[in-house]
């Protein structure tokens, strides 16, 4: 097998940037080597995507290309090079091409410096019409681009006289956007700070995060929407984010977030307008982890707006990314609305992979028969979700148990809790966080079984109940809103 870079690049590629690429070679713009690496080029693509075989050893391409020629190993050494550099060099072009606010600036930075007035009055014009619409259009570096704008614009005003006025325009204008820029920027950068707070940054000092501190906020919030009441809400949505997660403890924080989120999101483009609908996601799933479970319907509310609006994707077109269709799914199960995942599997199965939808169904079904309560058939459907899918085996394991528990088939129960306790023991791709959670869940669920079948009296069965729920309360466990619930069946 020859270059394994050389591999990893090629199967990044779409199959329509694997024709896109093709063309590119093609072209001696950019091929200055020769048809050799054409020729060579597509002896591989033949491949794709896995790139196996024996047809791709060394020395069979050589043989393909070169027929009777002895095997030269600088040869395809030197073949496998070229490629590679056109490969960047093509997805510079891409980056570069798909970026149009970025590559325009360019062209009129380009302008400037050659000094072709006329055009360069033309395109910053366009420019700056095309950046003055701000329907779908706000990203991060929205405000930077309109600052560079008009820098082009006031170095340019430089060389004439009569044109003060416009520069002296152009320098008031670019403080707003330089304002918002650095504003902007460090809240996200604060917001994903904080977000990552019980992690890599935990006990650490932050720059960034003292800066915010020592900030007025607020003050500088309500200049921006006397300045500039059009642009106030961006700043506005940043804000209310950062304080979301700042105040992680008020559900007040959350909710204004969220209002200003949804009366705002038109401004943003696609991407952003899917992070931003990500990050209500996120606080609501962290609330109902911290033991706020009120907030498991908020999160199915949020759900249904990302679904309304076709927010589940990061790009239109996109398949929908399967943790965030069991996201819904488990969050709906929560609540127990069978009918409504019934009705949502129908809707959105075929926007998932074809490969996974068969597997990805089984699970879906196996959720809605636990809800309706018809565990044995929802032990069936399990069994046809594949281990090596995107559900882990520890998932499936652990909802038999639940189904064995729902089925009052007890003795079997313990047994699967007890091998599969030992499974995780042995499981060293298992990381020690979850191979501890899926534990600790293994160990509750058997002294759960082993009251519930021994013969206490009213009182100490009771007592046991309490110290079982005190222990599951503090411990770290998987399906721990499932162990408490069934504590509360037996408490009556």
């Given at each position: 097998m020859?270059?394994s870079?050389?591999?990893?690049?090629?199967?990044a590629f779409?199959p329509?940037?694997?024709?896109?690429?093709?063309?590119?070679i093609?072209?001696p713009?950019?091929?200055k080597e020769g048809s050799?690496?054409?020729r060579?080029f597509?002896e591989?693509?033949?491949?794709?995507?896995?790139f196996k075989?024996?047809e791709l050893a060394?020395e069979n391409?050589?043989r393909k290309l070169?027929?009777e020629?002895?095997?030269?190993d600088a040869?395809?050494?030197?073949?496998?090079?070229?490629?590679?550099?056109l490969a960047e060099?093509?997805?510079?072009y891409k980056a570069?091409?798909?970026n149009?606010?970025v590559?325009e600036?360019?062209y009129?930075?380009?302008?400037?410096?050659k000094?072709i007035?006329k055009l360069?009055?033309?395109?910053s014009?366009?420019?700056?019409?095309?950046?003055?619409?701000?329907?779908?259009?706000?990203?991060?570096?929205?405000f930077?681009?309109?600052y560079k704008?008009?820098l082009?614009?006031i170095?340019?005003?430089l060389?004439?006289n009569h044109l003060l006025?416009?520069?002296?325009?152009s320098?008031?204008a670019v403080?707003?956007y330089l304002?918002?820029?650095?504003?902007?920027n460090l809240?996200?950068i604060?917001?994903?700070?904080l977000v990552?707070s019980t992690t890599?940054?935990?006990?650490?000092e932050n720059?960034v995060?003292?800066?915010?501190q020592?900030?007025?906020l607020?003050?500088?919030?309500?200049?921006l929407?006397k300045n500039?009441?059009?642009l106030?809400?961006?700043y506005?949505?940043?804000?209310r984010?950062?304080?979301?997660f700042?105040n992680i403890?008020?559900?007040e924080?959350y909710?204004r977030y969220k209002e200003a989120?949804?009366?705002?999101l038109?401004?943003?483009?696609?991407?952003?307008q899917?992070?931003i609908?990500?990050?209500?996601?996120n606080?609501?799933?962290?609330?109902?982890v911290?033991?706020k479970?009120y907030?498991s319907?908020e999160?199915?509310e949020v759900h249904?707006?990302?679904l309304?609006?076709?927010?589940?994707?990061?790009k239109?077109?996109?398949?929908?990314?399967?943790?965030?269709?069991?996201n819904?799914?488990?969050?709906a199960f929560?609540?127990?609305?069978?009918?409504w995942?019934?009705?949502?599997m129908?809707k959105?199965?075929?926007?998932i992979?074809?490969?996974q939808?068969?597997?990805?169904s089984a699970?879906t079904?196996?959720?809605i028969?636990y809800?309706?309560?018809?565990?044995?058939?929802?032990?069936?459907e399990?069994?046809s979700?594949?281990n090596?899918h995107?559900l882990s085996k520890?998932?499936i394991?652990?909802m038999t148990?639940?189904?064995f528990?729902e089925?009052?088939?007890?003795?079997?129960?313990?047994?699967?809790a007890?091998?599969?306790?030992?499974?995780?023991?042995?499981?060293k791709?298992?990381a020690?966080?979850?191979?501890?959670?899926y534990?600790?869940?293994c160990?509750?669920y058997?002294?759960l079984?082993?009251?519930?079948?021994?013969?206490f009296?009213?009182?100490?069965?009771i007592?046991?109940?309490?110290?079982?729920?005190?222990?599951?309360s503090s411990?770290a466990?998987?399906?721990?809103?499932?162990?408490?619930?069934?504590i509360?069946?037996?408490?009556?």
């Open positions: 020859f270059n870079r050389l591999i990893k690049i090629l199967q779409t329509a940037e694997l024709k896109e690429f093709r063309k590119f093609e072209t713009f950019f091929n050799y690496l054409l060579f597509d591989i693509r033949k491949s794709y995507p896995e075989g024996e060394k391409l050589f070169y027929q020629r002895e095997y030269s040869t395809m050494r030197k073949l496998s090079s070229g490629i590679i550099k060099q093509f997805l510079r570069y091409n798909e149009t606010d590559t600036l360019l009129i930075q380009k302008l400037r410096e000094r007035e360069f009055e033309s395109e014009a366009a420019l700056e019409k095309k950046l003055g619409k701000l329907e779908n259009s706000v990203d991060l570096d929205y930077r681009n309109r704008l008009e082009e614009k170095n340019f005003y060389d004439f006025k416009k520069q002296q325009e320098l008031q403080q707003g304002v918002y820029d650095s504003l902007l809240l996200d604060g917001f994903n700070i990552g890599m940054y935990k006990g650490e720059t995060l003292e800066l915010l020592r900030t007025d607020e003050g500088f919030g309500k200049i929407e500039t009441p059009e106030y809400p961006v506005e949505l940043f804000y984010r950062y304080l979301s700042l403890e008020e559900d924080s909710f989120a949804l009366r705002s038109g401004f943003f483009t696609w991407e952003n899917f992070t609908m990500v990050s209500l996601q606080i609501c799933t962290r609330k109902f911290e033991g479970r907030f319907a999160l199915h249904k707006e990302m309304g609006r076709g927010l589940y994707v990061q239109k077109g996109d398949y929908m990314n399967l943790h965030t269709y069991r819904i799914v488990l969050t929560n609540l127990v609305k069978a009918e995942i019934t009705d949502f129908e959105y199965i075929d926007k992979l074809p490969e939808r068969e597997s990805l699970w079904r196996a959720q028969h809800c309706r309560k018809e565990y044995g058939d929802a032990i069936k399990l069994q979700v594949k090596d995107f520890h998932e394991k652990t148990m639940k189904m528990y089925l009052k088939d007890y003795e079997p129960a313990i047994s699967f007890d091998t599969y306790r030992h499974m995780i023991t042995n499981d791709t298992f020690a966080l979850h191979r501890n959670s534990t600790n869940f160990l509750f058997t002294r079984i082993r009251i519930v079948t021994s013969n009296e009213s009182d100490r069965r007592e046991e109940l309490h110290f079982l729920k005190s222990d599951i411990t466990t998987n399906s721990k809103e499932w162990l408490l619930a069934k509360e069946e037996l408490n009556g």
